[in-house]
Each structure stands twice: as structure tokens, then as C-alpha cells.
């Protein structure tokens, strides 16, 4: 068990046992002793009989003075043993002096007897008295305090059951000792916050089988929290198990130790298994009927819960079961109920526990306080550095720790990496180079912008990604790549490896002083290590300018992002073989390279900014070539023909070349899934008036004036300001088979029909800032998403009620549509497939629900007490909200209500108003919110904070039945939601859910926000 309560006192032992042999060693006591050591607590229990007249030994007295305990056993024949006497006069001296806990059990003995000595009691002191003992006056008076105390007695406890009334006794003792144990706590920073988190987790008075998983980064605090809650509620459960570091002791000495280890840690029974599959039979035999508590600290693959925990029914009801992790797909995968991630220290938390490990009492308070400061930012709120560097720093002067700080920069500790590591360490190969790359050349970067180019490496980023967030080592924080600072530093050290200082035998570049040391190396240094480089050529930089030499002796470059005023092309001898990416931006070269060139592997280009580029590369050369990118290249005016026979072109995107004016024919490209095409304005303009324009085909062609469509896997197709207008389309042509998401933004149509168009994927529609569109009709229906915000003069939208999985609309902006479109609209929503167990996002222009008086809060919270059978009845909520200027992300806040007295405030200005501002229709279907536990059938009211002005109001289910027709309908929608289109981009949602607590949820909500796809 944990340490002494009391800092002046050190306990060995959490029970002393004082009892008469010879009445109960053998009875009452084993079953006693063996109740409280199955009970995890620390217990003495002398076997040794001395004869009549012999004194206790030093020994005894001292396993008397360090238990926390004294649990005194008064039988028939207690009296007559002067040991037994002795001890108790002892005992009650503790008790006195040090706050020793006294219990009495009056065995099969009336307390008055033991208070006053009568009976049996008496008869033992004239035996005493007789033989002239001195000590009679110190036993009579520690009998009579004894006695006095509150105790138990075993025939007046659990109607007589003796094994009942022990486990009684037992817990007694065990909360007894529970709040000693508990204050060890005091000494740990910031770990009552997190454990109160914790425990709302766990559930403790609750019944059920619950596993929790606590996950986070390696020293992060996982297995001291998970210690923590152990010590404090173990005495709750019949019986407690704590293994640790699982991860290293089955590397060494397998799964079957573990089992045996857990069986004796729960059992206090050694076994030795022969399977690992014998080992899970008898975990769950022999503990289904036990209310256990088990901790599995380290746990690092699957099996390891397979075989010690392998599902809820192997423990007995009220059992739970903690898993410590730093992968939190082992803890998905094996269906845990929560999942705690761990929060790291807070600054002044931070703070407290470095000044804990380096105390500066005696110090000057001013310099040590601004050092500490810079340790513990470097830290970030790991408790594992900040102990590291604590005790590393706790004897140092001034100038050490000065030293020290600055050597850390550039030199991480050692002890903290190789903690770190052991997450790296677990990862496939694959994944460590992703890692990699990560760490060092996008942390802080766009997501959708670097998975393109780790995805041309082979790094399968979709997946590697997850699985680099699921061990802790990288986030996304806004749709951007982020990770701890040490993290970072871990991964650097990893890549500086054995040579820090010598950059050329790095497999990454990506510091602007190891790149002036490469360049500034002899012309015929050769580079092999490098993989992939960074170089930033600023006209400023002390970087020459003519340092091609360095990237051409890369041979096994597979990635250069080259930024800055690099004025010539590249050089001839540019690495050929390996090469899968080259990115450039704001260069002054007017083309990459002369003539054709080698590039069997090159996947990617990206050019952005290269102002005076005047025409692309020959393509002859890459083969395999798939991304092609063009970004604000003012001066580009050709792309080489040699583009058609890109085979393996998936996508192109050209964006901000004004001086294009002509694109080559790209009809043979029969995998191009993205074409974007937007700001170039000489492109449709000069194309419209050439008189040789049926010669440019792209996936589209300007054919009689006409957009016509030959690439049967397009996907996406942005045609934003291109100029577009009804003579462009020739209904009769498109035929995009795979067509999901369609951009028009920014053109001149009037009139748009989608009747003729052959788009039976379409998803995804956007023809926002059309000026001159009065007219759309005939939606392709199964269309999801779509945008028309802004567009002035129109009139129209057709019917939409054949969109049954429409779930996104927006008509922000002025339009002639009037409430009876909006009304229209919000009709054919709600009757869709979307609305029973999805989404639906609404932004207009007017109000179009009615909003009762009382129901309407501002900056407030609105109260909604849901009917009976409303689990089954209805099928969702609807929030209108009205704000007073156009919000992209409105938050909304539900939390479970108890109080029944309160009610919603009354607000009616908004009903007065003749020109509401914009409105905002939101739906969210419970099954949506299906991992809210607390949101189930026994709740009666929940409450919805806003910011602005809202109402809310359910919404029935399109068909009722009763609960097991309705919970089968839920289960055949909710494994086949395929139709359900939600392709945008994670940090873009339009909604998203976030579980805050075990009461309340939090949705973030993008009603007016232009979706962004997954490009």
C-alpha cells in the first residue's frame, strides 16, 4: 500500500493483529487474515507461541509501532496471556502517542466484561494479582480504554454469518485505511484535477463491468495517474491487481508470466499455466464473479488485452478494469468505454513540480526564477522532463544551469528521448519514415497540402497518419500537423543520429544553417545519405545563389522543396532516378530545365510564385508523373503539349495564371480525377475567340462554344472565374460518370438546367457569386452539398424534393427567392433521408421558422424537457438561430438538466423585427450523438446554450413503431450510410462533436462556411 499519512511517521504494515492463540489462530483469525491480505492490505500476524511469563520482544514492539492499525481480537482467554496483555498496553501507549487506529473485536465476549473485567476476565486478573505482577494497574486501565472503544461483535454482525460478518469487518478497514492512502496524493502536482476527471470515468458506484483507457504521449503521467486512482479506491473492490509495465515484461518474459502475475496479484494463489489460451480460461473462470479491480499499465498491442482482459464478462459485476497506453487504436479496437486522454501540466502546475525536483531556497530568487521559466517552457507541461531536469539541475550553480539550458537546444536529454522513443520504436518502417518527414519538414503545416507529397513518397499517409495520432506522437490542431516540442526534438535526434554535426550524413535537411554548410561544401562531395531536403535561397541569404551543385550530388533524393530567389534553371545533371517530388516557390527562373530530361519517378510538381516562369518543363521525360500544380506563375503562357501523354495524371490544378491562354489536349489522360482551373482569365477568353480552339481539349473542350466532357474518371472540377456563361454549356455533352463535386463559382450564367447532364454522382455543387443567374432547376438528385450564396438576381432553385440526401444548403447573401423558397427548402430537407439520422445545415437569408416568444434566449440557455418515449418518438432536434452578422462557426453546447423548476427567459425583440438578420437551421439526430451515454431513454431534460438569439424544438420520427422495430431500422441505416455524403475536409466540417463530459456534449457548427473538399 502507499506511504504513512503522517510525515513524522513511517508504517510498515497496514494491520497488527493482537489475538489469543489458542482461541482463535486456527479458527476465527486464519479466516480473518486471510480476508484482509485477499484484500490487498498489508497485514502482521504473529504464529509464535510463547510459554506462560515470557515477555514480547523488541521485534514485536516494533511491528506494533509501524502499523497504521491495531486490530485487537477479544476472545475468552485474551485476559489470560500476559503477552496478549502486554501488547495491548502497548498498543494503547500508539494510540496516545502516535495516533495509532485501535479496533476491538469482541470475540464470543461481552465488551462490559473487557471494560469492567467480569466473567472470565476477572477470574484471569486474580490469577495476576496473585503472583504480585506490577503490571496489573497498566492492564486493567488499557482493558477499560479498549473496551470503551466502538468495535464489532461477530454475533450481533450479518446475523451471526461468520465469513459475512468478517467481510464486513474487512471493508470497514479497508475504506478506514482509504483516506490515509489517499493523502500520498498531496505530494503529486496537479493530480487531484486529473483524478477527478477520473473518477467520473469510472463510475464507481455504479454497477457493470467499465474499462477505461488512459492514453496520451510517453511521460505524460499515465501510470502515476492510473497508481493514483489504485491506491485510493482498491479497498472498494473484493479484490485489486496492478500490473505494470506490461510492454517490457511480456518482450522478456512472455504473456503466460503476465496471466500468472495477474491471477496471484487478484487470487493470492501461485499457478503455473501452460497456454496462453489456458491462462484467459482461467482469468475468466475464476474472476467473473469478482468485483476486481485490475490496472494493465504499458499495454502496447492487442494481444496483450486479449489475453489479461479480453472483454467485459470476464469480471464480476461492479468490476473495473484500467488500461495505460499510448496507443489509443488498441483501446478502440478493444471496444473500451472511455477514453481518458491524459492532460499535460499547466504552467504554474509545471512549475510547482521542477521547483519540487530543484529547489531554490537558498538560491538568488531572480536569476533561478528566469531559468526556471525557460526549463519549464521547454518542458511543455511533460512531467517526465521536468523531473529529468529537476534532479539533474537540483545541485548546479548559475552558470551550469545557464550551460545546461543552451546545451539542451541543441542536444536533447538523453533519458527523456529514450522515453519518448519507445513509441517510435513500436511504429513499422514505413511509418517511422512518415514520422520523420512530419517532424521535420511540415509541423505547422496544412494537412491536405503535405499528404499529397508524403502520399507520392509511398508513405501511405492516409493511414499513417491515424495511426502516428493514435500513438501520441503527432496532432492535428486546425487542420494543421502539430506535436510536442520534445517530440519534435526526439525526432530530430533520431535523424541526426551518430552525426549531429556533420549535415551530409542526415537522411533530412531542413535547417538553413546545415544547408549553408552542405552548399558550402566541395562541388564534388557526393550526398548519398540525403533524402530530402529544404532550402530557403533568399537574395539576402548568405546562401549562394548558384548552389545547384550540392542538391545535384543527391543522388537518392526523393523530395527538394527549393524556396526563395534561385534565379537559373536546374541544372543538367539534376538527381534523375530518385526524384518523387520537386516543390518551388518565388523563384526568378523563366523555366525549370532545357529540353527533355530523365525523371522516371518524379509524381509531383508544385510550382508557386515562380513570377517569371514563362512555360513548363517537357513532360516526355515523367512517366509517372501525377500531381501537376500551378500557383500565381503571372508570366506563364504555355503548358508543354507533351502533357497528353501523362497517362498516370490524377490531378490539375492551375490557379492565378493570368497569362495563360491556351491548354494542349489532355483527352488521353484517362485518370485525371481533379481538374481546377480558376483566375485565368486570357485562358476561356482567348480560347472562346481563337479560331483553332477545337484543338484544345482538357477533360473539357470549348466545342461550339460549349463545355464538353471526355475524361470518364473525373471526380473534381473547379471552373471557378473562368468566365463561364449559358453559351458554354451544352447540356447534351456532359457525361461525367464520376463527377462528385462540381465548383462554378464566380461565372455568368442565367440559367442553369441540370436535367440533361449525365451526373450521377454528383455531390457536391457550389454557384456562389453568380451574378447573373436567375434560374436553377432540376438538381441532380443525388446531390448533397450545395452553395448558392450571393447570387443576386435569383429567382429559382426548381424542386428539390427528389434530393433525399441533400443535407447542406446555403443562400447567403441578397437573393429574390422570398420566404416561400426558404419554406419550400426547408420542407424537402426535412422530408430526406439526411434527417432521420444525420445532419442538416441551413443558411439564409430570412426567417423562416416561427419562433414562439417564450422558447427564444439570448446568451443564455434554452431548457427542453423531453416527453415520454421522446427516445423512440422522435429522431432529432432543430436549432434556428438568428445572429446579427454572418458567423462561420457557431457553437452549441448541450448538457443534462435535473433542476425541473427552471425556465427559458422570454425575449420578443426579435419578433418585432421587420429585417431579421441572417438565419441558420441546424438538425442533429441522435443517433449522431449515440456516444453520449448519458443521452438515453431515462433522460427527461437537456439544455442548449447559444450565444445569440435561438429556439429548439424536436423532431418526430418519420415512421413510429415500437422499441425493438425502431432500434432495428436505427442498426439497418446506421451500417449502410453510403449515401450519406460528409467528403470535407476534418478542420472544415460543418459539424463536429465534441464529448466534454459524462453530462454534456459540445457541437461545432460551420452553417455559412464554404465547404472545403478533400482534394
Sequence with gaps: MASSSSSSQSYIYDVFLSFRGEDTRKTYVDHLYDNLVQKGIHTYKDDITLPRGETIGPALLKAIKESRIALIIFSENYANSSWCLDELAYIMSCRSEIGQIVMPIF????????????????????????????????????????????????????????????????????????????????????IETRLQVLRSHLEIESGGVRMIGIWGVGG?????????????????????????????????????????KLLFGVLKQKMELGRVEEGRNMIKNRLFHRKVLIILDDINHLDHLKALAGSHDWFGDGSRIIITTRDNHILHAHKVDVIHNISLLNLEEGT??????????????????LLSKDVVSYAGGLPLALIVLGSFLCDKDISEWRSALARLKKIPDKNIVEILKISFDGLQEVEKELFLDIVCFFRGEKKHEAMDILDVCEFYPVIGVKVLVQKALITISDGRFDMHDLIQEMGHYIVRGEHPKNPEKHTRVWQVEDVENICAMDATTKFDKIEAIRIYSDMHDPLPHDNHHAVANMKNLRWVD???????????????????????????????????????????????????????????????????????????????????????????????CDN?????????????????????????????????????????????????????????????????????????????????????????????????????????????????????????????????????????????????????????????????????????LSQGNAMEHHFMSLALEHRVIHMSAPSQVSWSKFILKLPHNWYNDYCGFLIQTVIDYQELLVTIKIKQEIDQDEGNEENESLLADPFPPPTYIGYVSFSSLRQATWLNSECSMISFYLRDKFDVKLVPRNSKGDDHEIQTKNRAVLSDCSEFWDEEREDRKTFSVQHDSKSSINILWRPADKPILKL
Excluded at 440526401?805 to 426558404?822: E, I, Y
Design 352 to 369: 510547482k513540480l521542477f521547483c519540487k525536483h530543484a529547489p531554490q531556497d537558498y538560491r538568488p530568487s531572480k536569476d533561478y526564477e
Design 107 to 190: 470475540y464470543r465476549v461481552d465488551p462490559s466484561h473487557v471494560r469492567k473485567q467480569k466473567g472470565k476476565y476477572e477470574e484471569a486478573f486474580v490469577k495476576h494479582e496473585s503472583e504480585n505482577n506490577n503490571k496489573v494497574e497498566s492492564w486493567r486501565k488499557a482493558l477499560s480504554e479498549a473496551g470503551n472503544i466502538a468495535g464489532w461483535e461477530p454475533e450481533q454482525i450479518a446475523n451471526g454469518h461468520e465469513s459475512k460478518g468478517i467481510k464486513e469487518i474487512v471493508d470497514k478497514i479497508s475504506s478506514t485505511l482509504f483516506p490515509i492512502i489517499s493523502n500520498v496524493n498531496e505530494d503529486l502536482i496537479g
Design 562 to 656: 527549393w524556396r526563395g530567389h534561385h534565379a537559373s534553371s536546374l541544372p543538367t545533371n539534376f538527381p534523375q532516378r530518385g526524384l518523387q517530388c520537386l516543390t518551388l516557390s518565388g523563384g526568378q527562373q523563366t523555366q525549370l530545365w532545357n529540353g527533355y530530361k530523365s525523371l522516371p519517378n518524379l509524381k509531383m510538381i508544385k510550382l508557386h510564385g515562380l513570377k517569371n516562369l514563362t512555360v513548363t518543363p517537357d513532360f516526355g521525360g515523367l512517366p509517372n508523373l501525377q500531381r501537376l500544380m500551378l500557383y500565381q506563375c503571372p508570366l506563364l503562357d504555355k503548358i508543354h503539349p507533351s502533357i497528353e501523354r501523362m497517362k498516370k495524371l490524377v490531378a490539375l490544378v492551375i490557379a492565378s
Design 220 to 260: 505524460g503521467g499515465k501510470t502515476t495517474l492510473a497508481s493514483s486512482i489504485y491506491s485510493e479506491i482498491s479497498a472498494k473492490f473484493d479484490a485489486s491487481c496492478f500490473v505494470e509495465n506490461i510492454q517490457e515484461e511480456s518482450r522478456k518474459y512472455g504473456l503466460k508470466k503476465l496471466q500468472e
Design 660 to 828: 495563360l491562354m491556351t491548354i494542349p489536349s489532355i483527352t488521353g489522360i484517362l485518370q485525371l480525377e481533379t481538374l481546377s482551373i480558376s483566375k485565368c482569365n486570357k485562358l476561356s477568353k482567348d480560347m472562346k475567340q481563337d479560331t483553332s480552339y477545337r484543338q484544345y481539349l482538357t477533360s473539357f473542350i470549348f466545342k461550339d462554344m460549349g463545355l464538353h466532357f471526355v475524361s470518364k474518371s473525373l471526380k473534381q472540377l473547379m471552373l471557378s472565374y473562368c468566365h463561364l456563361g449559358d453559351e458554354d454549356v451544352h447540356w447534351d455533352v456532359w457525361a461525367v460518370p464520376n463527377l462528385e463535386a462540381l465548383d462554378l463559382s464566380y461565372n455568368k450564367f442565367s440559367r442553369l438546367n441540370f436535367s440533361r447532364l449525365q451526373l450521377p454522382k454528383l455531390k457536391w455543387l457550389d454557384v456562389s457569386f453568380c451574378n447573373s443567374l436567375l434560374e436553377l432547376s432540376e438538381l441532380p438528385s443525388n446531390i448533397a452539398v450545395f452553395r448558392a450564396d450571393y447570387c443576386n438576381l435569383l429567382e429559382t432553385v426548381g424542386d428539390m424534393s427528389n434530393c433525399k440526401w441533400l443535407w447542406k444548403v446555403s443562400f447567403m447573401g441578397p437573393n429574390m427567392l422570398g420566404t416561400s423558397g426558404d419554406h419550400e427548402l426547408v420542407d424537402s
